[in-house]
């Protein structure tokens, strides 16, 4: 089981089952969650290091979210 330090806290307990039979971080798609005021990418409000929640998700591969900043 691996844990980072970028993962909100209920996913950090989804993925060990998922991980225990066998799932990729490219099989598993997360729909993460962050303020946001215009919903079109134009305030940054939502922003997650250069990305955009609103704009390039908010659903996201495992892959993706591991290289999301720490600050996440």
Do not use: A
Request: glycine share 6%; charged share 20%; net charge negative.
């Amino acid at each position: 089981m691996t844990h980072d330090p970028v993962t909100p806290i209920m996913i950090k307990f989804t993925m060990p089952p998922l991980e225990k039979i066998g799932w990729t971080d490219d099989q598993v798609y997360l729909s993460l969650e962050n303020r946001m005021k215009c919903d079109e990418g134009l305030c940054c409000h939502c922003n997650v290091g250069p990305t955009l929640v609103c704009k390039d998700g908010p659903v996201f591969t495992r892959s993706q979210v591991r290289q999301l900043p720490v600050e996440y």
